[in-house]
């Protein structure tokens, strides 16, 4: 599997909301970073960011505008990420984000850019 | 000359603080969109919005970290923009950008993803 099929996996994860998939493709010390924020370290961090939040969603959809991967083997997304809440609320966030990837193919670094009032605003 | 190298001389053309190329790098009807802001159309837009930024600053550099070309020749970059202004301030924007380019290699479409409160919290 290349990387591109492994970052398109991984979006597959967060679609079908699974927090244990989710933590299964990411390193045991995953460097995670959504840009305006800060950034979290650890499969478990990971695990414990996605679970809450995908368990108050009904239906996630990461619509992948643009995929291209570098020639070092860097995996990088234009998407636009859906998030349909059980509230009835739908968040949509216009993201570009990084997918680096270790020697076993598990993703080392990811890095999310976005505007965080686009994101806050939809969230309040 | 691929779209990778293209987008590499649009980037030195900021670095080179020249509208004029800027300018004649892009479509004349090129959608120029940073995300967070209001889009803006053509080539005199471009122009007429780089142009006032770059007489203020004396120094620019562009970062690029990760620059990839899609199958279908769009360009996604991820890069951090360095801005040095002649009052002695420094404007650092991390940002990732897609470039799309027409048939004649100009840039038809270009989207810049990035945090707003990042970058006017140093513009004020």
Known sequence: MNNIARAEAFIRHWEDRDPAAIAAAVAEDVFYHNIP?????????????????????????????????????????????????????????????VFEFNAAGEIQKWRDYFDLAEFQSQMS
Chains 1, 2 share one sequence.
């Not at 996630?60 to 990088?76: F, K, M, P, R, S």
């Not at 998407?79 to 570009?96: N, P, Q």
């Open 37 to 97: 924020m800060p950034p979290m370290t650890g499969r478990e961090a990971v695990r414990e960011f996605a679970a809450p939040f995908l368990e108050n969603a009904d239906r996630v959809q990461w619509d992948v505008h643009y995929i291209a991967e570098t020639t070092n083997g860097a995996v990088l997304t234009e998407r636009t990420d859906h998030f349909h809440m059980k509230t009835g609320k739908t968040i949509s966030v216009r993201v570009m984000g």
